[in-house]
């Protein structure tokens, strides 16, 4: 309901600024010689760490603000079920790296 007010660490979205582009989204890899940043549910971009001017917390989510607000109570209870069966939550995934 509130997108803005807390991120999973995951989840903490950046401004990455390169000489021609500005990008903002998930850190989803850092590699030696590149970031992979997540826009959306497309497959991430890989910018050069060559390219990139700065990267920069953006405290903004990416969630929109007021996406409750468009769902009906129905769909809203639904969407919260259908996150709720998830065979994995972020302490099994955090668990499952550190392993």
């Known amino acids: 309901m509130y997108p803005d007010a807390s991120f999973a ?20 890899e850092q590699l030696t010689d590149a970031i992979v940043v997540t826009i959306g549910p497309a497959p ?12 920069e917390p953006h405290h903004v989510s990416m969630m929109p603000p007021g996406l409750d607000q468009q769902l009906s109570q129905e769909e809203m209870a639904d969407l919260i ?19």
Request: net charge positive.
């Open 44 to 55: 991430g971009i890989r910018i050069p760490r060559a390219d990139i001017v700065s990267i």
């Open 81 to 99: 079920a259908f996150m709720e069966a998830l065979p994995y939550t972020v302490d099994r995934i955090i668990e499952a790296r550190e392993r």
């Open 9 to 28: 660490r995951e989840y903490e979205t950046y401004k990455v600024v390169t000489k021609g582009n500005t990008y903002t989204g998930v850190i989803a």
